[in-house]
Every structure is written in C-alpha cells, then in structure tokens.
Nanobody, 116 residues
C-alpha cells in the first residue's frame, strides 16, 4: 500500500487546513486509515483514525476541532482541521492499519505549521 499526503502548510492560529491522503495498491488489506503527528522532540501520536465502516476515533486534544472522513470510492482519507492552535504544529503522517499479517503502511508526511 502506498500513501501520498497533501494539504499541509502555514496558517495562523484559528485558521483551517484540510489534509488529504490517497491510498493505492492492496486497498482491500486496509482495516483503518488514520492520521498521526510528530512535533520536534516529541513522540509520534495518534490524531484521528477511521475504520472501513466509517467509525471515527479522535485524540482528546483535537476533539471538536478536527474531523476525519474517508471516500472509499477514491481510496482517500481527509482530515479537516479547524480552529488550529500553535501546539498543532507538527509533521502529519497518514497511516494504514493492515492488520497483524500485513502491519502498517505510512505516508511520507506533510508539514503543518500554525503561527500565533
């Protein structure tokens, strides 16, 4: 599975960005798609994930501000980020959960920078 992210950039606090992640390859092996982020000096953390049935799960820090969605016809997952804060600054990675047999696949990451 190959994952290609897009949509990162620089935005002022309170602004919005929409990230996209297009998946290709063995799509049928994907159980869930998610977004993780890693800020400098910090561990990578889950931001949001969505199952193949469309059930979302969010980190507490982004609940009410971020929305994850997926377009199964286009094999794409989106992350709508509203009311961005400087602490949201990080490299955001798309991840495909392919179960215990195939493991995980990761995108190359896209930078999100929120200025105060």
């Amino acid at each position: 599975v190959q994952l290609v992210e897009s949509g990162g950039g620089l935005v002022q606090a309170g602004g919005s960005l929409r990230l996209s992640c297009a998946a290709s390859g063995d799509i049928a092996s994907i159980n869930a798609l998610g977004w993780y982020r890693q800020a400098p000096g910090k561990q990578r953390e889950l931001v949001a994930e969505i199952t193949s049935a469309g059930r979302p799960n969010y980190a507490d820090s982004v609940k009410g501000r971020f929305t994850i969605s997926r377009d199964n016809a286009k094999n794409t997952v989106f992350l709508q980020m509203n009311n961005l804060k400087p602490e949201d600054t990080a490299v955001y990675y798309c991840q495909a959960d392919r179960g215990w047999i195939y493991g995980e696949s990761w995108g190359q990451g896209t930078q999100v920078t929120v200025s105060s």
